[in-house]
Structures are given as C-alpha cells and as structure tokens.
C-alpha cells in the first residue's frame, strides 16, 4: 500500500490545564509511596488517561462507595466538591487529598456569598451541564437552591423569575454564556452576571480556530465524557469542516486523507499528551 506521507503538526497549546496537571501530579505522587489510592469519580473524563493511572493504583469510586469507606485517603479531583463530601470525610476519619482546582472554588465562593446576600426575589441560575461534577458542587454551596440551563433554548420553556443572579459551569462556551445573558435580558429579566468561565479554557477558542485553518484535516482528541472536549471540538469543526473526533488511535480511518495532507492534532483540556502523540505516531506510519 501505497504510504500518505501526511504531514503532521500537534498544537502545543492542547492538553491538560493546569487543573488536571495537579490532579495528577498528586496522584502519582502518592502512589509512589503507596500500593492504592481511591479518587472520588473519574480523575479526568478521559478513559485512557484513567486506564493508564487504574494500572497505577488509582481506584476510581462513586459517592455510595465513598460514604462506605472507613480510615482511608481519598483523592478530591479538579471538579471540586459540595460540602456533603468533607463532612462525610470527617465523620468516617477519612484523608482528603483535595485537588480542587483553585478557578471551581473561587466560583463556589462567589456562588455562595452571593447566595448568602440575594433578595427574596433573586433566584440563582447555574449555565452548565445538570450531571456535571462541577455543577453538583457548586448546586451543594447553596443546598441545590438553583435552576440549572443547559442550553439558550432551554429558557423559553421556562418561567422567569424578574431578576436572577446568573452563574456558569467554568468550561462553558463564552460567547454562548452571555448570548444567555442577553436573551435573558431581552425577556425583561434582571440579570446580575458573573463572568466566571475559566480563561485557560476559553482563551483556546480562538487559538483553536486559527490552528484549524492551518491544515487539510484535523483530528480532534477527546474522552466521550468531556465537556470541554465537545465544545472545543466544535470550535475546530466550525473553523475547518474537515474536523474529526476521536478518543483513541485505533478509531483512525485512513479514507479521510489524501497523500501529502498537512494533518493538525488537537486535543481538550482532558486530553494528555502521550495519547496526541501516539496518534501522531499512527499517522505518520501510514
């Protein structure tokens, strides 16, 4: 068979954010000295990154098994937590290694000071994704007191409250966030809005853009579970049609190249290095 000769190019500015780089770091760290770590749901919403840190010791557990343990030291990953956690933690002596990242908890304190100061006729909205850990946590600040939206549309079956006080799940799209705010505010509500999508995150979009118009073709690298991966991946595909999604390297299809294609490889912010090279590696075997 004839060989491609595709010439491919890793975007340097995909992969973990810092978030998940400490996340990790605390969990190898740990299982250097020790046989087994249990992490409270998926480290990262990537099922190859998870895979490879399970051969390491890392035990993945949901919060029924969490309130199970006794006398063990639990890892609390980038998503954060609500406060039901810690004081499951405390009551059953259990160790927290808490990698919450610092973006989630400055947004689950503004969630709940704000909650704390609202009127009587403010309600708390959340943007993001209902089953989320992200948005559980911040829904557990104010004892789940909150209307959750998942998308623009979704406020048109709703019943509005005059004014609201309007929030974001940290890896949501920008320029849908205050398209909300501006629909919203188009049906008379009040809104008091904070601006608290992560940077680090959002700041790739228009990265993104221009490094999806660089190339023929372009394989976007993501768990299936990812938030951020589905956004980011749709980021590409609007900036080059020729966009593909995929989780592992074995899902490549050789019919989507062309001999000589100039191939990009880009991931989201769950996505790890070593799995963007190793599907760099496939391809430039072809």
Same mark, same amino acid.
């Given at each position: 068979?004839?060989?491609?000769?595709?010439?491919?190019?890793?975007?340097?500015?995909?992969?973990?954010?810092?978030?998940?780089?400490?996340?990790? &770091?605390?969990?190898?760290?740990?299982?250097?000295?020790?046989?087994?770590?249990?992490?409270?749901?998926?480290?990262?919403?990537?099922?190859? &990154? !998870?895979?490879?840190?399970?051969?390491?010791?890392?035990?993945?557990?949901?919060?029924?098994?969490?309130? $199970?343990?006794?006398?063990?030291?639990?890892?609390?990953?980038?998503?954060?937590?609500?406060?039901?956690?810690? $004081?499951? @933690?405390?009551?059953?002596?259990?160790?927290?290694?808490?990698?919450?990242?610092?973006? !989630?908890?400055?947004?689950?304190?503004?969630? $709940?000071?704000?909650?704390?100061?609202?009127?009587?006729?403010?309600?708390?909205? !959340?943007?993001?994704?209902?089953?989320?850990?992200?948005?559980?946590?911040?829904?557990?600040?104010?004892?789940?007191?909150?209307?959750?939206?998942?998308?623009? @549309?979704?406020?048109?079956?709703?019943?509005?409250?005059?004014?609201?006080?309007?929030?974001?799940?940290?890896?949501?799209?920008?320029?849908?966030?205050?398209?909300?705010?501006?629909?919203?505010?188009?049906?008379?509500?009040?809104?008091?809005?904070?601006?608290?999508?992560?940077?680090?995150?959002?700041? $790739?979009?228009?990265?993104?853009?221009?490094?999806?118009?660089?190339?023929?073709?372009?394989?976007?690298?993501?768990?299936?579970?990812?938030?951020?991966?589905?956004?980011?991946?749709?980021?590409?595909?609007?900036?080059?049609?020729?966009?593909?999604?995929?989780?592992?390297?074995?899902?490549?299809?050789?019919?989507?190249?062309?001999?000589?294609?100039?191939?990009?490889?880009?991931?989201?912010?769950?996505?790890?290095?070593?799995?963007?090279?190793?599907?760099?590696?496939?391809?430039?075997?072809?």
């Amino acid at each position: 068979m004839e060989r491609l000769k595709l010439d491919v190019t890793i975007d340097d500015r995909s992969g973990f954010c810092f978030g998940v780089v400490y996340a990790i &770091e605390i969990a190898e760290r740990y299982l250097q000295d020790h046989p087994y770590l249990y992490c409270l749901g998926d480290i990262v919403h990537n099922d190859m &990154e !998870v895979e490879r840190l399970r051969e390491k010791g890392l035990r993945i557990i949901n919060h029924e098994e969490f309130a $199970r343990l006794r006398d063990e030291t639990v890892l609390i990953r980038a998503h954060g937590e609500p406060p039901s956690t810690y $004081r499951t @933690a405390l009551a059953n002596n259990i160790t927290l290694l808490d990698a919450s990242c610092p973006v !989630v908890l400055k947004l689950q304190n503004r969630v $709940r000071k704000s909650y704390d100061r609202k009127s009587a006729d403010e309600a708390v909205l !959340v943007y993001g994704k209902r089953q989320h850990a992200e948005v559980k946590g911040i829904l557990g600040q104010i004892g789940e007191d909150a209307t959750v939206v998942e998308d623009i @549309a979704a406020i048109d079956e709703m019943a509005l409250p005059e004014r609201v006080i309007l929030f974001s799940q940290t890896t949501k799209s920008t320029d849908n966030y205050y398209a909300l705010r501006e629909r919203l505010a188009a049906k008379g509500v009040e809104v008091t809005f904070h601006d608290t999508i992560c940077r680090q995150v959002s700041n $790739r979009h228009v990265h993104l853009e221009d490094f999806a118009r660089r190339f023929d073709r372009v394989i976007f690298v993501a768990g299936r579970k990812s938030s951020n991966g589905k956004v980011l991946f749709n980021v590409a595909r609007q900036a080059n049609p020729n966009t593909y999604f995929i989780s592992h390297p074995e899902e490549l299809r050789r019919e989507w190249f062309s001999a000589g294609d100039r191939v990009g490889i880009c991931g989201a912010t769950s996505t790890p290095q070593w799995l963007m090279e190793a599907v760099k590696e496939r391809l430039e075997a072809w």
